[in-house]
């Protein structure tokens, strides 16, 4: 092994940094995404075990496992150190040295828990001790075997040395290869035809094809000039015939890769030694991804060229050296030198530039190969990501006009449309890929013969339509479908509960949750709809308990924040309303702009008796929505109970400007008219608008009967109190105040119908005693979200809200009711005043 001096080691630092300094400009694309932005392994509330248990993906590996599990580089980094560790194995006079041999089972693990392709490292140990530490070649080996055959020598005991090794260096392969086996549940990969054409092909094609690539990977180490991040589907054509002239290349590569190998093996000498190392460096860590054990999920892919490309390394710049060593050819091989190492550099800092961003990665794809639907989706999605749904759509098309039987080409197809609100159309293309599946087989995995996200197929067609709701039974089918299909479909139990909810079947929703829970009970998603399944059910304990389940798995879990704060707020118990304001408070500091946050904060502090926090709080909101209708009504309610009816007015301006037609708005500005501003006139409009808008309302019209007696017209107000007490003729304060009404009439005869006494209090205290009722009805009803906001906060279920002020009885807690009860025993004495006054007493 060579010393490398630091001045070199800085060299080769520098030149890296240089070729690669412009990628730091660069975003997470393509396998970033999944691996690094959404992958749950990377949280902090993850367990460490879940490391060893999931993929590089986060992925459990007894699922969707491929070929590509862990970093290229990484795994390098260990396959060369555990490499470096072994060549340190042989001892003084041919003595084994065993800590080195230890390391590099070691390190052997790390590189194959990195990428699979690390335990290759193995089988280049092994070489190196047979043919460089031991110095045998492959004739001298064959000599040897034949002599112990014959009986004619023993095995040397160096010989023996080297068989111990190499019995504990494979017999730590294959612990590590059972292991793997074990992980993965004694499963291959699942891949389809699109991932890996050939794979799937007949004889002689298939055989073909993969030799074919062989010499297509090595073009692209000789010559990197056109690189694809993405060689899928039609990427290269099926090699189907003997006669294709594409097989040249493959009798070319295989000749040329022979004539090495014969020259490496045969001959001594430590040019035949340099050339082995490299070919063992090219060949064995290529082999997991040459299709020869098992198939792969791709045709090409660089990546997998890395470790390879040491090798390749090595034989270019042996072949330099031998070069550069001839007198002749001396300068023209450094001018050669340094005209690869420049236009290298420049080619590498050009396609840094190709990884800014997933479009301008895609794009550069399709530059090189326009025959990959893979490509044409991929440039769609980094566009529909964009929200630019127009020009994603051509491309989603362009696909399927690439590979007609492409599914998940023609569910892009179908997903964009919908975006683009044409239902019609979306649901034809989701037809078109529907169609395009294997009919099922029962008690078959669906996953073993198609791509199980081809299965969102039915999950997308099935939302779709769920909306028309005439079609519900017709998308739980289609859930149903896919579930068959595959019973471990955790995102089909999903989204048949939400539906079933939506259907009023909360019971068999809540099945569904407890069957996906089963196969991922991590997911804070789910319980949080379970939690909302159980409102449902009325039963707000288990809610509760599921809310915080979800919160344990995701603190920052919005909707579980902002609904279980909500729950705790209904619940009527004052010792929970310390813990519902501090998830609000959580919840806004996550979500400032919503302005519902503040709004239930208001509702808590005016629950507390806070009149100033709550004030605040109700502000906030109004401010982030000027048309909050809730918060604008018990913001001017906040200032009425308060003695700020005089604030309220220019509140409830707003409102009604909003909502002409909110009729507690009305009732309200309506009393603060009569009661503060004395504006008689004003008020009755108030009350007339009431009516119009529903000529059934008792509080409206009992009001406007009280303006009338106000307006000393005693008979419209005798008339005006006998229809309202035909619209409640339970409503014994009705009855009582028509029957005083009468007996002043009575009293004051024919002439004196149209005039009061002239102490006024009866008259006063008649109008403030007909909107006591008001009074109450208002301090009894709040919101906590406005009525016209009708967003969902769950994928299931609309944001729990509290009784609507507008035309529902909210249902109270004791304390409240109690509280009206002594308002209603306060109103009764002060009618009962108003009655002895109005007959004389």
Same mark, same amino acid.
């Given at each position: ?17 240089? *070729? ?58 260990? &396959?060369?150190?555990? $490499? ?17 041999i230890a390391v590099t089972v070691f390190l052997v693990a790390v590189a194959t828990l990195c990428k699979e392709q690390g335990i290759t490292v193995v089988?280049? *140990? *092994? ?170 999920? $791709? ?96 491309? $989603? ?19 964009? !449309? @919908? ?81 079933? =909810? ?23 998603? =789910?319980? !949080? ?17 599921? &809310? ?13 924040? &902002? ?12 010792? =929970? ?81 909003? !909502? ?28 007339? @608008? ?29 008339? *005006? ?76 279920? @609309? ?43």
């Amino acid at each position: 092994m060579a010393d490398v001096s630091l001045k070199e080691a800085a060299l080769i630092v520098g030149v890296v940094a240089a *070729c690669y300094w412009n990628s730091l400009f660069c975003g997470f694309v393509f396998d970033d995404v999944s691996a690094i932005l959404d992958n749950k392994d990377l949280h902090p509330s993850t367990p460490l075990r879940n490391l060893f248990q999931n993929d590089f993906w986060g992925t459990p590996m007894s699922e969707v496992t491929g070929v590509v599990g862990r970093a290229e580089l990484l795994s390098s980094i260990f &396959f060369l150190a555990a $490499f470096l560790s072994y060549t340190k194995s042989k001892g003084p006079d041919n003595t084994i040295v065993w800590t080195p041999i230890a390391v590099t089972v070691f390190l052997v693990a790390v590189a194959t828990l990195c990428k699979e392709q690390g335990i290759t490292v193995v089988g280049i *140990c *092994c070489v190196y001790e047979v043919f460089i530490a031991q110095g045998y070649t492959l004739p001298a080996l064959l000599d040897t075997a034949v002599q112990i055959l014959r009986g004619k020598g023993s095995i040397p005991f160096s010989m023996l040395q080297t068989l111990l090794k190499l019995i504990v260096l494979m017999f730590s392969t294959l612990l590590l290869v059972v292991v793997r086996v074990q992980v993965i549940q004694s499963q291959l990969p699942v891949f389809t035809r699109f991932d890996n054409p050939a794979a799937v092909s007949p004889s002689p094609a298939r055989q073909l094809t993969f030799n074919y690539l062989l010499p297509v990977n090595a073009w692209l180490l000789l010559n990197p000039s056109e690189l694809c991040c993405d060689w899928t589907m039609g990427t290269i054509p099926l090699v189907e015939s003997l006669l294709d002239i594409r097989n040249i290349a493959t009798l070319t590569f295989f000749c040329f890769l022979g004539s090495l190998m014969v020259f490496s093996l045969r001959y001594p000498g430590d040019s035949s030694k340099t050339v082995l190392m490299a070919l063992c460096l090219i060949v064995l860590p290529f082999i997991p991804a040459s299709n020869l054990f098992f198939p792969v999920g $791709f045709v090409v892919a660089e990546r997998v060229l890395y470790v390879p490309s040491m090798g390749f390394c090595i034989l270019v710049a042996h072949g330099w050296k031998k070069l550069s060593n001839k007198s002749v050819l001396r300068k023209i091989s450094w001018v050669c030198l340094a005209a690869v190492l420049f236009t290298h550099a420049l080619k590498t800092l050009h396609r840094n530039w190709d990884w800014e961003s997933e479009y301008t990665l895609f794009m550069s794809a399709l530059k090189v190969n326009k025959n990959n639907a893979k490509l044409w989706n991929n440039v769609g999605h980094a566009l529909e990501n964009e929200k630019n749904f127009e020009r994603a759509l051509q491309f $989603f098309i362009q696909a399927t006009q690439v590979q007609p039987d492409d599914i998940g080409a023609h569910m892009n197809v179908g997903r964009t !449309y @919908k975006n683009l609100n044409k239902t019609k159309e979306a649901e034809e293309s989701y037809m078109i890929a529907k169609s395009l599946m294997p009919q099922i087989i029962p008690g078959k995995k669906y996953a073993a013969r198609v791509a199980p996200n081809h299965l969102n197929v039915y999950i997308n067609l099935a939302n779709l339509i769920r909306t028309n709701e005439s079609r519900l039974e017709e998308a739980d089918q289609l859930y149903r479908q896919a579930i068959s299909m595959r019973p471990d479909f955790k995102q089909a139990y999903i989204s048949r509960g939400e539906l079933l =909810l939506k259907m009023n079947k909360p019971l068999k929703a809540k099945e569904a949750y407890l069957r996906a829970l089963e196969l991922d009970r991590t997911n804070a998603d =789910l319980w !949080y709809n379970l939690a909302i399944v159980y409102i449902e059910l009325k039963d707000p304990t288990e809610a509760l308990k599921n &809310f915080n389940r979800a919160l344990e798995l995701n603190p920052t879990h919005k909707l579980a924040l &902002f609904n279980s704060a909500l729950l705790m707020q209904e619940s009527g118990d004052a010792r =929970l309303r310390p813990e519902a304001k501090q998830r609000l408070l959580h919840y806004v500091k996550e979500e400032p702009q919503d302005s519902n946050g503040y709004f239930n904060l208001g509702m808590l502090a005016m629950d507390d008796k806070k009149d100033m926090e709550a004030e605040a709080w109700m502000k906030k909101a109004i401010r982030l929505q000027p048309n909050f209708r809730s918060a604008l009504f018990n913001l001017a309610l906040l200032y009425s109970q308060t003695g700020k009816e005089l604030m309220a007015l220019p509140v409830l301006e707003d409102l009604l400007r909003y !909502y002409p037609d909110h009729t507690k708005g009305l009732i309200l500005k309506g009393d603060i008219l009569m009661n503060q501003k004395k504006d008689i006139v004003g008020a009755k409009m108030c009350f007339e @608008k009431i009516l119009e808008l529903d000529p059934n309302n008792v509080q409206g019209k009992h009001n406007l009967c009280v303006v009338y007696f106000e307006e000393k017209d005693l008979i419209k107000a005798e008339k *005006c109190l006998v229809e309202t007490l035909a619209l409640a003729p339970h409503e014994e304060y009705i009855q009582r105040h028509l029957n005083i009404v009468r007996s002043k009439i009575a009293s004051l005869g024919a002439m004196e119908q149209l005039s009061l006494p002239s102490d006024g209090t009866a008259a006063t205290e008649a109008k403030k005693n007909s909107f006591q009722n008001l009074k109450e009805a208002k301090s009894e009803k709040r919101t906590t979200q406005s009525t016209d906001d009708n967003k969902e906060y769950s994928k299931t279920k @609309k944001s729990i809200e509290k009784s609507i002020v507008d035309n529902e009885t909210p249902k109270k807690s004791t304390k409240e009711i109690k509280d009206i009860e002594k308002k209603r025993v306060a109103a009764l004495k002060r009618l009962e005043e108003i009655e002895r006054i109005l007959n004389g007493e």
